[in-house]
């Protein structure tokens, strides 16, 4: 009876110096290069799937608290920011 493979083989191609790179940090870490390169998209597809707290984030916690004479700052933002005014949006 054979065993079943819990994994997929694949074949990657990667420029000459990235190449380098995974082979430099395998043997810094004392790991294979298929490791070094299962845990790099590990980590991407984990920080991909993460959602964002917006509720928590230190950014929208600051709306509301600022007061301004200024009443149409969320439309002319960046006429304030940079000296460029709004485009037409074209329907």
């Known amino acids: 009876m054979k065993?079943?493979?819990s994994e997929k083989?694949?074949?990657v191609y990667?420029?000459?110096e990235v190449y380098q790179k995974i082979k430099e940090q395998a043997t810094s870490e004392d790991k294979s290069s298929a490791q070094i390169i299962r845990e790099a998209v590990e980590k991407l597809l984990s920080e991909k799937d993460r959602k964002v707290d917006w509720e928590n984030d230190p950014f929208f916690q600051a709306v509301g608290i600022f007061?301004?004479?200024t009443?149409?700052?969320s439309e002319?933002?960046?006429t304030y920011l940079y000296g460029v005014k709004r485009k037409t949006l074209r329907t």
């Open 71 to 73: 009443g149409d700052l």
């Open 76 to 78: 002319s933002h960046n």
């Open 67 to 69: 007061e301004s004479e």
């Open 3 to 5: 065993k079943a493979i």
């Open 14 to 16: 990667f420029p000459n």
């Open 9 to 11: 083989r694949t074949q």
